[in-house]
């Protein structure tokens, strides 16, 4: 009985030898390359050596010690995009919608300046004063502050209150630029 004892762990080492000599995977995926065998011998695609990975920027090291395969290679390799953090940053313009234009007894046009921020911020509301022609008579321009998210209304005034009676219709630009 000694002897069968012996046997079978003399078995059980070489196995383990012939396996670990192979490169026996457990069947646990680690994020390189792209090819997966879930046990058995290794494959040319799988990195054991952990100091490269295929697939992400050089440099970086990436150890995923599930069995999914959710390793989302990326050329910022700082885990985000750097166009996010920009972009919040610089306020949209806001919207412009006219709502009544200068007439001869008032000198003025009434637009709704919509901010589409979360921020609050001012604009410059620009206005053209057409004659019947759709030529221009005057521009004028107004900055107004504007609640984030909110909409105000805004009078941007003719610098001559005399042509008011020139203006046959107006024409404010669509977009405010924020100041």
Known sequence: MDRRGHGLRFTAVAVFVVLALTGFSS??????????????????????DSSSS????????????????????GASGSGGSSSSSSSS?????????????????RAYATV?????????????VTVAFLDARSERVEEGTEDAYVAG?????????????GDAAKVDHCDPEPHAPAD
Do not use: K, M
Request: aromatic share 4%; net charge negative; charged share 20%.
């Open 27 to 48: 069947g646990r995926h680690h994020g390189h390359g792209s090819s997966h065998s879930g046990g058995g011998c290794s494959s040319s695609g799988q990195d054991h």
């Open 54 to 73: 295929s697939g992400g920027t050089s440099g970086s090291r990436y150890h995923d010690y599930d069995d999914d395969d959710d390793y989302t290679g």
């Open 89 to 105: 940053t610089a306020l949209q313009d806001a919207t412009v919608r006219l709502i009544d234009c200068a007439t001869p007894s």
């Open 112 to 124: 709704e300046v919509a901010n589409p921020n979360a921020t609050g911020a001012r604009f410059t």
């Open 149 to 161: 998210n909110d909409t105000t209304t805004v009078q941007v005034d003719l610098s001559s209150p």
